[in-house]
């Protein structure tokens, strides 16, 4: 009997016996012990979203309301099936109903745009359906691709791999919007843009950088770091492509402020990079000033004349931010416009038929959201957001203790979500200087979206139930 009884009992260790491998696993347990109930509303949550935006579509554009239940149908399968698929397999069905939720969003959106405002393109649904289908393929391959982080040629494979897009873009790279970017390529009829290319590449260099196989020293993961840093530099600076070079340079100091020991060398080098950074923007604040007469003049020399773009960018983007009534109908008219978009939303979209919004389907979506849907669907997305940021920090902290190269991966992929989000939200709604980004599942572009949709499945793949597995 008490045999009998003892095969059903968990075992009990003495204090002497528990490790802290078994205290983060009680913790664990207790983070993932969700009832049924709570991880199958996580899957309804998203669904209705899905029919409500149906109101919210007709409200604006009752011509795109066809096209959204044209688009409701694979959304509600795909939302049950990858649903269902996170859900057996333990993952975080928080960060899967947030990621879905923001997706159903972003299609409801793009589609309303495309009948209320003015733009360069048309959304295609069928575009995003195949950005998903990567991604599937993406996570499934991941499997094969995370052994390789700890070999030590992964470091210099990811540094040539971005090399590589930056030379590319260089020669073969052009502007489709004429906003003096090369970020682009054109492959048969179709068009790609080859930066967020760089975004891959910077994970799979960090997170190798930091893998156990390494075995790096503090100075070597400097300089190498460093090396990379620079290359992304002067990438985006031959590319004239500045925007996502600051999502890379947050990156860049967060990661090594977070991962590295503490140590002398790093609170030197990150002093010295940030003190840089005030003194290059100093800089071209005052060499605006001494070059703008010269630049009018037409006296700048060769050397002047392939540095004044870029300082004119740099004054412009922060001025502009400052004081967007110092050019209303030039820098800061894209801006204005925003503001008033703003001015006029109400808690379910704007009544008064206001839709002069420059680039609302890629740099202005956020404000598009709040003109056209209303506020609180825009505090809704900003709730996802925060939502996708607190799991990806948790499940990056939880994968420091069995494989730091994916902890790494993770607060990698999260950052490249989160911070582009905040940064393209905050400088549409002026707040910081308008960076020229998509927004994450808002805006509209195959080829941003599909690297988006990659970060998010891998992310719902390591919080699933392989996350306790150890590659060190």
Not at 88 to 99: A, E, H, V
């Amino acid at each position: 009997m008490n045999g009998g009884i003892m095969l059903f009992r968990k075992k009990v260790k003495t204090d002497d016996e528990i490790s802290a491998e078994d205290l983060f696993a009680d913790e664990e347990d207790e983070r993932t012990e969700e009832t049924p109930e709570k991880g199958a509303r996580q899957i309804v949550l998203p669904i209705i979203l899905q029919f409500l935006l149906i109101v919210f579509v007709w409200l604006q554009a009752p011509a795109a309301v066809m096209k959204y239940l044209y688009c409701l149908v694979p959304l509600l399968l795909s939302t049950a099936f990858i649903g269902t698929w996170v859900y057996n397999r333990d993952g975080d069905m928080k960060l899967f109903s947030s990621i879905a939720c923001l997706i159903s969003i972003g299609i409801a959106l793009q589609l309303t745009i495309d009948e209320v405002y003015a733009t360069f393109t048309v959304f295609q649904p069928l575009k995003y359906a195949a950005g998903l289908g990567i991604a599937i393929v993406f996570t499934g391959l991941f499997t094969l691709a995370k052994k390789l982080l700890n070999r030590p040629e992964a470091v210099y494979v990811s540094l040539v791999l971005a090399a590589a897009v930056y030379i590319l873009l260089y020669f073969k790279g052009y502007d489709p919007n004429g906003m003096g970017t090369n970020a682009w390529v054109k492959i048969g009829p179709f068009t790609a843009q080859l930066t967020d290319a760089a975004k891959v590449a910077a994970v799979l260099f960090y997170s190798s950088l930091f893998a156990p196989g390494q075995r790096l020293s503090e100075t070597r993961i400097l300089v190498i770091s460093t090396v990379f840093f620079i290359l992304n530099l002067a990438g985006s600076l031959m590319i004239h492509e500045l925007g996502s070079f600051f999502i890379l340079y947050f990156l860049h100091l967060s990661i090594l402020f977070i991962f590295m020991e503490k140590g002398t060398k790093k609170r030197f080098y990150l002093l010295t990079i940030a003190g840089a950074t005030v003194l290059a923007l100093g800089t071209c604040y005052g060499l605006y000033h001494i070059m703008k007469p010269m630049a009018d003049a037409g006296q700048l020399n060769s050397v002047l004349a392939a540095l004044w773009p870029y300082v004119r960018k740099v004054y412009l983007r922060f001025s502009i931010t400052a004081n967007i009534y110092s050019d209303p109908y030039g820098a800061g008219y894209q801006l204005l416009q925003g503001k008033k978009a703003l001015w006029v939303a109400g808690l379910f979209g704007n009544r008064v038929n206001f839709n002069a919004i420059p680039v609302v389907e890629s740099d202005m979506a956020f404000i598009a959201l709040m003109n056209s849907f209303g506020m609180l669907m825009g505090f809704a997305a900003l709730y996802f957001f925060l939502r996708i940021m607190m799991s990806g920090s948790e499940l990056a902290l939880e994968k420091m203790h069995t494989s730091r190269a994916q902890a790494v991966a993770v607060y990698c992929m999260t950052v490249l979500i989160c911070a582009q989000a905040a940064v393209v939200i905050l400088g549409s709604c002026n707040l910081i200087p308008l960076a020229g980004l998509p927004i994450p599942y808002l805006s509209r572009g195959g080829t941003y979206q599909t690297i988006v949709l990659c970060f998010s499945g891998l992310l719902l793949y390591l919080s699933g139930s392989e996350r306790g597995e150890s590659d060190e």
